[in-house]
């Protein structure tokens, strides 16, 4: 009773020191930048939340696919309904008055290695960019690591990005401008259908029905408060989430680029010389880094991430650090951690950016990295049992006829 009573006296104290952060948070980046600021950070809390009460992990859904051939469509949904909402503000190039852009890369040999090599990652660090962060802000101490290490491998990725970046590419394609808006939808649609049917196809030839999942423990609102949230709900408001930060920043949401920027400052600070790199002397990426974080959405967003995460896991009563880590696990967490912010870096995003508001913004640059992460996925699952013996498939039992 005692560990009970101290779990949930923690618990309450989480709650209060989340919400307390969040307002100290807004009301501070509302006088130092303004009112878009402020509002952008309590749309990280939620995007946190919605995470961690969803469990909307890229990472794990994708490696239950690989491994179980179950799952995959609600991310079709959430892409559907994201295509719906941004496709029309980005062709008429403003939402509610205010310009508006979509994150349109080229379709590189940077995405196709910096994408197959982040997937690797994703499995080995445990997580992919957002879930790395609301993993953190939950209370994972092993995803510290992995965050540690993906801000070191974003960093590395800044000093050799003028030579990836000069190897072959071809320009940026959005089909919202080459198509047309409706034209674009349509075939966006079709995609989606046609990954959602292959997903049924599948689960179906795997198990012989699709897996219907646990009725909840709870109601109303305290199942809004604690979770956890069907994951259908889950991508439909990361995907409102995603258009509100389209409204406000004027452009879809975004991680990893907040991460290079946090590991440039401490290096600076340790006296190495980031600013004399060719990325750091691009004017956006130059101003990011003499500017202090208030003044940069991404980083306030992530900041609004993990404490909405926090805030929720708290809720849930599931706030509960391990720092008892093993070894094996914590070296997967060094290497994916790398991995993800290298490969992030050369693929113009992660899965969140290059994926989630690639596809959204109409850049094919997105379905490239879909198809490539896929892949380094698939060899991140075959490599996982190396570090997480648990995992590793089982000799059949002898029987006795």
Known sequence: MNLVAEKSNRSQVTVWVALLLLLIGAMSAYQIVGLNQALLLLIGGALGMTLYHASFGFTSSWRVFIKERRGLRAQMIMLALAVLLFFPALGAGQLFG??????????????????????????????????????????????????????????????????????????????VKSLGVMPALLLNFALFAVIALATVYFEKKRHGALEIGSPPSEFGWKRFLRGPWPLVWGGILLTLLNFATLALAGRPWGVTSALAVWAAKIASLGGIDVASWAYWQQPANAKALTEPLWFDVTSMMNFGIMLGALLAASLAGKFAPNFNIPRRSLLAAVLGGILLGYGARLAYGCNIGAYFSGIASGSLHGWLWLVFAFLGNTIGVKLRPVFFPDEAPQPEKLTSC
């Open 98 to 175: 205010q310009p508006v852009t979509g994150f349109v890369s080229p379709l590189s040999t940077s995405v196709v290695i910096g994408a197959f090599i982040f997937g690797i990652g994703m499995q080995l660090g445990g997580g992919c960019a957002s879930g790395t962060l609301y993993t953190v802000g939950g209370g994972s101490a092993r995803m510290v690591v992995t965050l540690i290490f993906f801000c070191l491998g974003s960093l590395l990725a800044t000093l050799h990005l003028d030579w990836w970046f000069n190897l072959p590419h071809l320009a940026p394609v959005s089909v």
